[in-house]
């Protein structure tokens, strides 16, 4: 009996270990001895899924149902394989189940929040996420969740406040951390709390300094300011990590062009391409730079190649309708920016104000497209 025990303990070290083959093995061996022991197949199911077993696993959570109707344990892994299939009506029939044998359990109630969540009911949602957090203050996912339901209904200073409450929970967990923070730096922006934001990012490089995402960010939130330099100081840095870093060559360029500087733009643009030659952004971003220089025919050909990777790339249609406006083809031209148009109507504020449209501002096809757009 000892030595079953002691397969048993070794299984459930290994699953944690994610040894997964090693774990189904000794859950496996574990069950030769005791068949009929709802925790053996609890565990296996748990190792199964895992895998990827789906199947089985959820043979031997209902198994587990089969042996003790009374243990939540089946009736949660059920729940957790269901949700981990989309699954998420059957899940929560399974988790109501699991949560009438074990009412005091705060991890249920989460992950109820959760499915409530993806089935669009946010206010069940944040029910649960507070019956959770009633039952277990200290259990930090709740917080989290609750955050980003609240984030989802636009109500953003609560979910700062739920955040930063989370932040004292997670402080052992490094890349959980990290999420909440990149949540409260989310939501700060959305408040228009840039300053504050750029603060909870500064965070988050104390605990990762190569964090490409909150550089990127950083960066981001520069450049809306107009800040060039700073953005570039943060993108070189993540390429001084990652210098193949598409999105960052895209936005150094993008920034270098702002301070005047095209030939750093231009050089920045083909080593993107050069990284990726059917990046549509870099394609697009090159054509209008050699567009604004003069050179149509190559600048064509680059809006060309990037429509042939995305037949519906707004940018690429509207700098072909500016390309044509300037040789003078005004119905070439409102043929590319209506159809530009039609997959982004913000370009129709680009296009009140671009200099590469003024040979069409006296065009009734130009002016009626821009009042159509402009009265919907």
């Not at 199911?45 to 009374?70: N, T, W």
């Not at 939540?72 to 699991?98: H, N, T, V, W």
């Not at 909870?200 to 939130?221: H, T």
Request: proline share 4%.
């Amino acid at each position: 009996m000892a030595e079953a025990y002691r397969l048993l303990e070794q299984g459930e070290r290994l699953l944690q270990e994610q040894r997964l083959e090693e774990a189904i093995e000794r859950f496996r061996r574990y069950l030769d001895d005791r068949p009929d022991d709802p925790e053996g197949h609890y565990q296996l199911g748990l190792a199964l899924m895992e895998k990827e077993q789906h199947e089985e696993a959820g043979l031997r959570f209902r198994r587990v149902i089969e042996l003790d109707p009374e243990d939540p344990r089946g009736y949660d892994g059920m729940a957790i394989l269901l949700m981990s299939r989309g699954e998420y009506r059957k899940a929560l029939q399974f988790y109501q189940e699991a949560v009438r044998r074990d009412p005091e359990n705060a991890d249920i109630y989460n992950e109820m929040g959760i499915i409530y969540q993806e089935l669009g009911d946010s206010s069940a949602a944040l029910d649960m996420y507070e019956r959770a957090i009633a039952l277990e203050p200290e259990l930090g996912y709740p917080y989290y969740n609750k955050a980003r339901a609240l984030m989802d209904l636009g109500r953003y200073g609560e979910a700062v406040h739920w955040l930063e409450r989370s932040i004292g929970l997670y402080k052992a967990e490094g890349e959980k951390l990290k999420d909440v923070l990149f949540e409260l730096a989310a939501a700060r922006e959305e408040m228009g709390e840039t300053r504050q934001a750029l603060r909870v990012y500064e965070d988050i490089l104390r605990l990762d300094p190569d964090c490409s995402e909150a550089l990127a960010n950083m960066a981001g939130i520069h450049i809306d300011q107009g800040d060039f330099e700073k953005a570039v100081a943060y993108l070189d840095r993540i390429l001084a990590v990652d210098p193949d870093n598409q999105y960052a060559l895209l936005e150094k360029a993008y920034a270098c062009g702002c301070m005047g500087d095209t030939a750093m733009e231009l050089a920045l643009l083909e080593k993107c391409l050069r990284v990726d030659p059917g990046n549509r952004y870099a394609l697009s971003n090159k054509g209008a730079l050699l567009m604004e220089m003069g050179r149509l025919e190559e600048a064509e050909g680059l809006f060309l190649r990037a429509l042939e990777k995305d037949p519906d790339y707004p940018w690429a249609l509207y700098n072909l309708g500016c390309l044509h406006a300037m040789r003078g083809d005004a119905p070439q031209a409102i043929a590319f920016l209506e159809r530009s148009f039609a997959r982004d109507p913000t370009l129709v504020d680009e296009a009140g104000a671009d200099e590469c449209l003024e040979g069409l501002r006296d065009d009734p096809g130009f002016k009626s497209l821009l009042a159509r757009y402009e009265a919907g």
